[in-house]
């Protein structure tokens, strides 16, 4: 199973882009990037997946490098309420589709 | 509200005492998870059911617990001889079989075991 590193916790001023790193070095061909996030008190939300090409949807855009050791989700525009725990995964095999947590980045958005 | 469910949001036991949790998954949807988070840590597996079926379980998942879905809508989690260590937000999750492969997280249940 492919293992995630992303920072432990993040800043980001009010209505700037919030930009979070996470490294997955050992992520195989068949392997899917996705991006949860997890409001105190909440379970976690999914926010966008992809394999290999940029995704945008209404929350997020996800960037991964030409050699998918890596991936960056931003959130263009951040809001107080994006004050959140963000996890980086990568999807089991084909066969399970269980989500493997790692500590994730701990993002403060600040006025 | 047509989201994941669950019940009780917060369930205080002493230590030795049988508790059971209960999720409602989103209609329609066939597969149901259960996840355990303690404080700081991201969730962690324990198992999942397609439809009735329990597919897959966790090594975590000791045999003081026990999940089921008889009829493949809700399901429920009963910890037997709750320990202190079993303190933790217990997490129900539930998606489509096809199509999207999202998970839909419920708002868990909080376990304080004394």
């Known amino acids: 199973d492919a293992k995630t590193t992303q920072p432990t916790s993040m800043d980001c001023a009010e209505g700037r882009a919030a930009n979070l790193p996470c490294n997955h070095s050992t992520i195989s061909g068949n392997e899917y990037v996705y991006w949860y996030r997890q409001i105190h008190s909440q379970g976690p939300q999914y926010i966008i997946h992809?394999?290999?090409n940029n995704e945008t949807n209404e929350m997020a855009s996800l960037i991964i490098t030409e050699d998918r050791k890596s991936s960056t989700l931003i959130l263009p525009h951040a809001t107080l309420r994006d004050t959140a725990v963000y996890y980086c995964?990568?999807?089991?095999?084909?066969?399970?589709?269980?989500?493997?947590f790692g500590t994730g980045t701990r993002l403060q958005v600040f006025p | 509200d047509t989201g994941v469910s669950q019940n009780p949001r917060h369930k205080i036991t002493k230590r030795g005492q049988n508790v059971t949790f209960r999720c409602d998954p989103i209609?329609?949807?066939?597969?149901l998870y259960w996840y355990r988070q303690t404080l700081g840590q991201g969730p962690e597996f324990l198992t999942y059911f397609q439809n009735e079926a329990q597919l897959e379980k966790s090594r975590l998942l000791s045999d003081r617990f026990s999940a089921e879905r008889p009829k493949g809508s809700f399901s429920t989690l009963e910890i037997q001889r709750t320990e202190q260590g079993d303190s933790a937000m217990y997490l129900c999750a539930s998606r489509p079989g096809i199509g999207a492969d999202t998970q839909y997280f419920g708002p868990g249940t909080r376990l304080t075991v004394l």
């Open positions: 992809g394999l290999k």
């Open positions: 995964i990568v999807r089991l095999s084909y066969n399970t589709d269980k989500l493997i």
């Open positions: 209609s329609e949807h066939n597969r």
